[in-house]
């Protein structure tokens, strides 16, 4: 599975951004996939995940702000991101399971694909 992230940008405190991830590969709709974001000097953190069933998981710091989607006919998970915060600065990074794994995990080390990562900067 190759995966590709974009949509980040600056933004305002307060603000919308919608990320996109899309994926290859023709199983798509089979893979667990999940947002994660890692700021300048700390550990990769989830904020939410989706599972092949549409089953979604957030992180605390982001429920009622986020909301996680696929479409499956698109190959693409979206994170739509409301109410920014500059707290939520950092790098985005989608990530899928291995095709054996059905279900949304919230460790890194759960992952297997990764994509490139995108930017969201808010400012306050």
């Known amino acids: 599975v190759q995966l590709q992230a974009s949509g980040g940008g600056l933004v305002q405190a307060g603000g919308s951004l919608r990320l996109s991830c899309a994926a290859s590969g023709r199983t798509f709709n089979r893979y667990a996939m999940g947002w994660f974001r890692q700021a300048p000097g700390k550990e990769r953190d989830f904020v939410a995940g989706?599972?092949?069933?549409?089953?979604?998981v957030y992180a605390d710091s982001v429920k009622g702000r986020f909301a996680i989607s696929r479409d499956n006919a698109q190959n693409t998970v979206y994170l739509q991101m409301n109410s920014l915060k500059p707290e939520d600065t950092a790098v985005y990074y989608c990530?899928?399971?291995?095709?054996?794994?059905?279900?949304?995990?919230?460790?890194?080390?759960?992952?297997?694909?990764w994509g490139q990562g995108t930017q969201v900067t808010v400012s306050s």
């Open positions: 990530a899928s399971r291995d095709l054996r794994y059905s279900s949304v995990e919230l460790t890194p080390g759960s992952y297997d694909y």
């Open positions: 989706i599972s092949w069933s549409g089953i979604t």
